[in-house]
């Protein structure tokens, strides 16, 4: 997708109306994790170094339809403040006068964050109206929210539509991800490697069916590889499969020409929790166990595969990586893909989500390529190649 970027306005003196995504977790007021305030900061930074006055819009959580304190964007205004060193306005509402007042009073190199788009049920339904009052507050456009730009929001799109004719373009964050997921689709360095885990077949069909038309070699893990293994004939004990997905999984397996590899084993336990006893079995998965991981043999396989590739994608855990006795799989991977990464130079794109997190956690995020900032947004674009708030943009 060739869009225009940021960089390529002049921003001097125009109020800049950025949709970023600092959708973060908050307890007691306090901010736990900060990562996508820090990922926002090259645009915004770039914006104030170039003379242009910042109006940053955002969602923070699921409100029921109107303004909870809970969800407030203030403990936002008052970390990025400190992570830029200058101060960060406040508009304690998104939309009418008082705000359009804020707006207009910015001087060059200001920041102003307005509250909680949410807090308008309005946003989630692209409300034309909401828009065209958002859209009075900016005299350019940015969207460098990847993680909503799946959704067609008032903020995602509407105000892009309200803003025609105006600047309307995307931010180094956004630039980033269609750099890696559209490389990864379109040109990708062969072999390249897909690996996909998570719970549920269903959730990623046409992420399967797009891969196994442009990988080498598709890797199945977590959950999911329960549905594949009933398609197969085999037993799964307790484990969580999707019954209504069986030929489905059939039909994948039929026309992937052997490029969908399963495990080998399993590690299983009759329950999931820290202390669970676990087996590993090769197989049929015992009628009172469930599956939990993939199993020591699998891992070996995997890891082999990934050590001679070139590209890597990988969208799901292996296991239930939160409860130690069914980390090893998960673990095991992550450190494969940042091993080739490092050391034999192949690109790994973490497509985020729990496989995201799982990288984060284990203090390997730095050595791979790219971690995506949207698991459900990087899932749609490699199923669809684009997204329609992208498209409207210049």
Same mark, same amino acid.
């Given at each position: 997708?060739?869009?225009?970027?940021?960089?390529?306005?002049?921003? &001097?003196?125009?109020?800049?109306?950025?949709?970023?995504?600092?959708?973060?977790?908050?307890?007691?007021?306090?901010?736990?994790? #900060? +990562?996508?305030?820090?990922?926002?900061?090259?645009?915004?930074?770039?914006?104030?170094?170039?003379?242009? &006055?910042?109006?940053?819009?955002?969602?923070?959580?699921?409100?029921?339809?109107?303004?909870?304190?809970?969800?407030?964007?203030?403990?936002?205004?008052? +970390?990025?403040?400190?992570?830029?060193?200058?101060?960060?306005?406040?508009?304690?509402?998104?939309?009418?006068?008082?705000?359009?007042?804020?707006?207009?009073?910015? &001087?060059?190199?200001?920041?102003?964050?307005?509250?909680? !788009? +949410?807090?308008?049920?309005?946003?989630?339904?692209?409300?034309?109206?909401?828009?065209?009052?958002?859209?009075?507050?900016?005299?350019?456009?940015?969207?460098?929210?990847?993680?909503?730009?799946?959704?067609?929001?008032?903020?995602?799109?509407?105000?892009?539509?309200?803003?025609?004719?105006?600047?309307?373009?995307?931010?180094?964050?956004? +630039?980033?991800?269609?750099?890696? !997921?559209?490389?990864?689709?379109?040109?990708?360095?062969?072999?390249?490697?897909?690996?996909?885990?998570?719970?549920?077949?269903?959730?990623?069909?046409?992420?399967?069916?797009?891969?196994?038309?442009?990988?080498?070699?598709? !890797? =199945?893990?977590?959950? %999911?590889?329960?549905?594949?293994?009933?398609?197969?004939?085999?037993?799964?004990?307790?484990?969580?499969?999707?019954?209504?997905?069986?030929?489905?999984?059939?039909?994948?397996?039929?026309?992937?020409?052997?490029?969908?590899?399963?495990?080998?084993?399993?590690?299983?336990?009759?329950?999931?929790?820290?202390?669970?006893?676990?087996? =590993?079995?090769?197989? #049929?998965?015992?009628?009172? %166990?469930?599956?939990?991981?993939?199993?020591?043999?699998?891992?070996? !396989?995997?890891?082999?595969?990934?050590?001679?590739?070139?590209?890597?994608?990988?969208?799901?855990?292996?296991?239930?990586?939160?409860?130690?006795?069914?980390?090893?799989?998960?673990?095991?991977?992550?450190?494969?893909?940042?091993?080739?990464?490092?050391?034999?130079?192949?690109?790994?794109?973490?497509?985020?989500?729990?496989?995201?997190?799982?990288?984060?956690?284990?203090?390997?995020?730095?050595?791979?390529?790219?971690?995506?900032?949207?698991?459900?947004?990087?899932?749609?674009?490699?199923?669809?190649?684009?997204?329609?708030?992208? #498209?409207?943009? #210049?």
């Amino acid at each position: 997708m060739a869009k225009k970027t940021v960089a390529d306005v002049d921003v &001097r003196g125009k109020r800049v109306l950025i949709r970023v995504d600092f959708n973060v977790p908050i307890e007691n007021g306090q901010i736990t994790d #900060d +990562r996508r305030i820090v990922q926002a900061l090259p645009t915004i930074q770039d914006i104030i170094n170039r003379g242009g &006055r910042l109006v940053l819009m955002s969602h923070l959580g699921r409100p029921k339809g109107g303004p909870e304190p809970k969800f407030s964007l203030k403990p936002v205004s008052e +970390r990025l403040s400190k992570l830029l060193g200058k101060p960060v306005g406040w508009a304690d509402d998104s939309i009418g006068p008082l705000i359009e007042q804020q707006t207009a009073a910015l &001087r060059d190199g200001d920041v102003l964050l307005l509250e909680n !788009l +949410r807090f308008h049920k309005q946003e989630e339904k692209n409300d034309p109206n909401f828009a065209r009052q958002l859209a009075r507050l900016g005299d350019v456009y940015v969207n460098d929210a990847f993680g909503t730009a799946h959704r067609e929001h008032a903020s995602t799109f509407g105000v892009a539509q309200a803003l025609a004719g105006k600047p309307r373009v995307i931010g180094q964050l956004i +630039r980033k991800e269609l750099k890696f !997921l559209g490389d990864a689709i379109s040109k990708p360095t062969r072999p390249f490697v897909g690996i996909l885990g998570g719970a549920k077949v269903s959730d990623k069909i046409k992420v399967i069916e797009q891969l196994l038309g442009k990988c080498d070699t598709l !890797l =199945i893990g977590g959950a %999911m590889a329960y549905t594949f293994f009933l398609a197969q004939g085999k037993s799964v004990g307790k484990s969580l499969v999707e019954r209504d997905k069986v030929d489905l999984a059939k039909t994948l397996l039929g026309k992937s020409s052997g490029k969908i590899k399963l495990p080998v084993d399993t590690v299983i336990s009759d329950k999931m929790t820290d202390d669970a006893q676990t087996q =590993i079995v090769e197989g #049929d998965i015992p009628a009172d %166990m469930e599956g939990f991981d993939i199993g020591p043999k699998t891992r070996q !396989l995997y890891i082999a595969e990934i050590a001679r590739a070139k590209t890597i994608l990988w969208n799901g855990p292996m296991g239930v990586f939160e409860k130690k006795p069914f980390a090893a799989g998960t673990r095991a991977i992550a450190e494969a893909v940042a091993d080739a990464t490092v050391n034999n130079g192949a690109v790994s794109i973490i497509g985020g989500g729990d496989s995201a997190a799982a990288v984060e956690q284990m203090g390997l995020a730095e050595k791979v390529s790219h971690v995506s900032t949207g698991g459900g947004a990087s899932l749609e674009f490699l199923e669809n190649g684009h997204f329609s708030t992208l #498209d409207i943009l #210049d």
